[in-house]
């Protein structure tokens, strides 16, 4: 049997025997000292870091590009440090998941520390500020998904956490942002050194929301007389602090049953999955699909490694947008959601056999192909339709990717805006395409609807995914059951929720597609299997 605790290097021979690749170097060396501090701190320890940055940062220390290895900070969960990195001295194996069955394994090194970065872990709040104040510290990068950058709530007003953060002033801040903005003060301080912060988060314009929270939260600091304004103006100069946006892709589910028995049986003894009590799957291995893409403006006034070395596409903002606005906004995750709604509402266990489902199929390739593509703008370095049929055929079909509607389910009321929303507002600012054509669109709106009153489609209790806006939203559709028929009282609840900026970027009401919605959602209403007659309806008249 091995184990992550095994010397990698001295018992090499043991690991390829196992199928398992094992790093070039000599993980001691990149440990991080007063000689050798890190170039690269990384918020959020969870599945996809480690299944995608880490690799990243391995393959430029197999490389001899980067000499020092990456800090991991975490900043919802104890668990994942105390319970996963810390017992394997941060490393972890992770597996890709191939479509033909097949799966490539590889030891990962790359993280040199990892910290709970939360005020009440003294140890690592010092040494993080320590970390920030170094010099050769050139870029920062998060995926602590998009809830982890809220500010406001679902009404444009800044939350109480937020208020508190700016009230109390930078030695009281406990949000993610509060803290961000906190540690970038402890930085200026030190001598006012460049840094890049990489949001690789899964929305659009990720560096542009990372940049307005860390801008408001210090320009509150700054009224209210806590820092001075040579404090924002560093914040504000290019040449000092950068919020590159990036665009990620890599479908990285929690840590499957199926490969850590597979694991097991292959002689590795590292395999049990953690489930903290903050809900947080994770294990000392990490499962993923094998096509992934990572495209960051190029904008690090500190310098960088070599990205591109390790895959990374560098480009400028507007490319770096075009392929955002391709995948997040058009061609991958509105079909993730769409997914996510129906397969919640007809209890199917996995993303893949939702691929099987001839009515959920063309619910998505109608969206994919006839709604979403015609409105993406060629980013040439990614070419659109090629990426729509690779995510049709080969990567959502993929039956070792055990990934779940429930999942993907998480936080949907923070991404309906983006994932339907843009298309919709595109649709309104064209001159050749008409939002009256608009039907798989509204009719994943009316499911998310139909989604929000916790019933499936044979009418049982269901429990919902976690959501920031799920209480509100479902006080808002309160009295709304199953078999309604009355259109009044369904429309007098889902209006304020349709005409909701904040929630959908646009003011639906406004727009044909209300109707289309209510008229959608009372179908759905109309009883038991009324989802499935729905999508098989529309599935019939495509």
Partial sequence: MRSLLDDYQKNSKDFEDLGIKVPKFDKSKIENTEENVPVWIHFGGGNLFRSFHALIGQSLINQGIMKSGIVVAEMYDDAVINDVYHPYKNMFLSVTMNSDGSFDQELVASVADSIFFNRDNLVGWNKLIKYFEQPELQLITFSITEKGYAIKDMNGNLLPSTLKD?????????????????????????????????????????????????????????????????????????????????????????????????????????????????HTNIAPFGNTEETHYLVIEDDFPNGRPDLSKAGVILTNRETVNNVDQMKVTALLNPLHTGLAIYGTLLRISSISLELKDNDLKKLITTLGYDEDLPVVIDPKVINPKEFLDQLIQKRLPNPNIPDTPQRIATDTSQKVGIRYGVTIKNYLSSNELSVDTLEAIPLIIAGWFRYLLAVDDDGKELELSSDPLLENLQNSLNGIELGEKDIDIVKNKVWPILANKEIFGVDLTTTVLSEKILHRFMQLLSGPGAVRQTLHAFAIER
């Fill in 166 to 278: 700016i009230s109390g002033g930078p030695d009281y801040a406990t949000t993610n942002m509060g803290a961000l903005t906190y540690l970038l003060y402890q930085r200026f301080q030190a001598g006012s050194k460049p840094l890049a912060l990489v949001s690789t988060d899964n929305f659009s314009e990720n560096g542009k929301k990372l940049e307005d929270a860390v801008r408001v939260i210090a320009q509150g600091w700054v009224d209210n007389g806590f820092v001075g304004q040579t404090f924002l103006d560093y914040l504000f100069n290019s040449k000092k602090i950068s919020f590159p946006w990036s665009m990620i892709d890599r479908i990285t589910p929690n840590p499957s049953e199926k490969v850590a028995k597979l694991l097991h049986d292959e002689g590795f003894e590292d395999t049990e999955i953690v489930h903290t009590k903050k």
